[in-house]
């Protein structure tokens, strides 16, 4: 489970992210829903403590990310939003160096690796160097890599970005099978259909700030409005920003 506790981060006069909170649980698929430039990846980079906030705590399974980040960066899986393979590497070989960083043996290191190409359908670019790799297989070989110690808590910041239909479809199956699993899945997207497809709980974020959450039928039944898109846009106000 992910706790995330009045939020604040600013870069200068401005305020990315103004006092977010909201709790990702166990076993749910929770989407960060918001226009570009809402704050969405500013919260992930300190949700896995790639920044330091300026104000309020984040708690991965109850352990304060401020007092012991190892800890809770071991509890993560995390695709950021630059995917940053190593390029000379192979598939597996990427899989493999995060592996080690996160002190598996041998004999688990395999099993992981073998077990992931499996799950997201891998085997036909595993011995292949990732340079040269579609947007799709990249973020394949991404995901692999960040589940590959096992972690309980699972965070993408947008991950179906730029990939084709098929990838997309493939991405959320994957994403199902993760809660499942019992899993905590928390994921950002601008992406209306894909939140509504996936996501047990929505957070809605608009310049920095929560300004909604809940389940699709809730924000729908607050709104007074049929669909997601729809409600979404008469929550933040705007339609700038959306696809």
Excluded: W
Excluded at 13 to 35: C, N
Excluded at 71 to 99: M, Q
């Amino acid at each position: 489970m992910i706790e995330v506790d009045d939020l604040h981060k600013a870069f200068g006069a401005v305020k990315a992210v103004d006092g977010v909170s909201f709790v990702a649980r166990d076993g749910e698929i929770t989407g960060l829903l918001g226009p570009n430039g809402a704050g969405k990846t500013t919260t992930l980079r300190m949700l896995y403590t790639l920044m330091t906030p300026d104000r309020g705590a984040v708690r991965v399974d109850g352990t304060d990310a401020a007092k012991q980040p190892d800890v809770v960066r071991r509890r993560l899986g995390v695709l950021p939003d630059s995917r940053g393979l190593y390029k000379r590497l192979t598939a597996r070989e990427n899989i493999e160096y995060f592996a080690r960083l996160q002190g598996l043996d041998k004999a688990t290191m395999k099993t992981r690796c073998d077990s992931l190409i499996a799950a997201l359908d891998m085997g036909d670019i595993a011995a292949r160097r990732t340079e040269g790799f579609s947007q799709g297989q990249r973020v394949k070989t991404a995901i692999a890599r960040a589940l590959v110690h096992d972690p309980r808590n699972i965070i993408l910041d947008e991950p179906t970005n730029g990939l084709d239909v098929m990838a997309t479809r493939a991405m959320r199956r994957f994403l199902l099978q993760l809660r499942a699993e019992g899993r905590c899945v928390l994921f950002s997207s601008h992406i209306m259909q894909e939140v509504a497809a996936l996501c047990d709980r929505i957070v809605v974020i608009a310049k920095g700030r929560v300004v909604a959450s809940g389940s699709a039928d809730e924000l729908r039944a607050q709104t007074g409005e049929s669909n997601l898109e729809e409600a979404f846009v008469r929550i933040i106000g705007s339609d700038e920003g959306l696809e």
